[in-house]
């Protein structure tokens, strides 16, 4: 069984996890606000245009004769094309106000996205300390059965002989059984502790 690495783990954690990707996100968009803001120091242009046209089913023509839509619509039609250019003056202060906002908004979203990646960061390193842990608890689980399970067999040994009552035999056993189970306990408790960190890889926990 294999201990991922915590900076392997952060590594690939701080690329997909939803928290640093909304904070990356807020960061993208608070610097696009100050362009935004800035593009208020310069000149702009605008341009409209309008058609226009009426019609009247019982509109008559001089003659007393119903005119048509399409003939009612050429005579009636108009059209508009404007343009109109704006010249930032009075307004410098507003935009220059606005701007520094701005940016103190990206200076927000910066350390928030640094707080973020210090909270995964602590997170992994958590996770990998328990499952050291974990993994040091399943070694010296292991070495107690090993060892227990030698005792057992010159116990039992002895008692084929009768140089050992039933008491002992038994305590014998009942030793090397709980060493067993504290290994099998530990070894699951390693498996979840390193599958932990798997999800920070983007891996499903699956058990």
Do not use: C, H
């Not at 608070?30 to 362009?35: A, G, K, L, P, T």
Request: aromatic share 12%; charged share 20%.
């Amino acid at each position: 069984m294999k201990l991922n690495k915590a900076d392997e783990v952060y590594a690939i954690a701080v690329d997909i996890m939803p928290q640093i990707k909304k904070a990356n996100y807020t960061l993208e968009s608070s610097e696009i606000d100050v362009n935004i803001a800035k593009s208020n120091y310069y000149p702009s242009l605008s341009l409209s245009a309008q058609w226009g046209a009426s019609a009247n089913w019982l509109m008559e023509d001089p003659n007393g004769f119903n005119r048509s839509l399409g003939d009612q619509i050429n005579s009636t039609k108009n059209t508009y094309i404007g343009a109109s250019l704006n010249i930032p003056i009075f307004n410098k202060l507003q935009t220059r106000t606005n701007v520094k906002n701005a940016r103190i908004s990206v200076l927000d979203a910066k350390f928030s996205l640094q707080q973020e990646k210090l909270a995964l960061r602590k997170e992994i390193q958590q996770a990998y300390a328990d499952a050291l842990a974990a993994y040091n608890k399943y070694l010296s689980s292991y070495e107690a059965v090993m060892s227990y399970k030698e005792s057992f067999r010159y116990t039992e040994q002895k008692f084929s002989v009768g140089l050992v009552n039933s008491v002992d035999f038994n305590v014998a056993k009942t030793d090397f059984t709980r060493a067993q189970s504290d290994l099998l306990q530990s070894k699951y408790e390693y498996i979840l502790r390193n599958k932990i960190l798997d999800f920070y890889k983007g891996i499903p926990i699956v058990l």
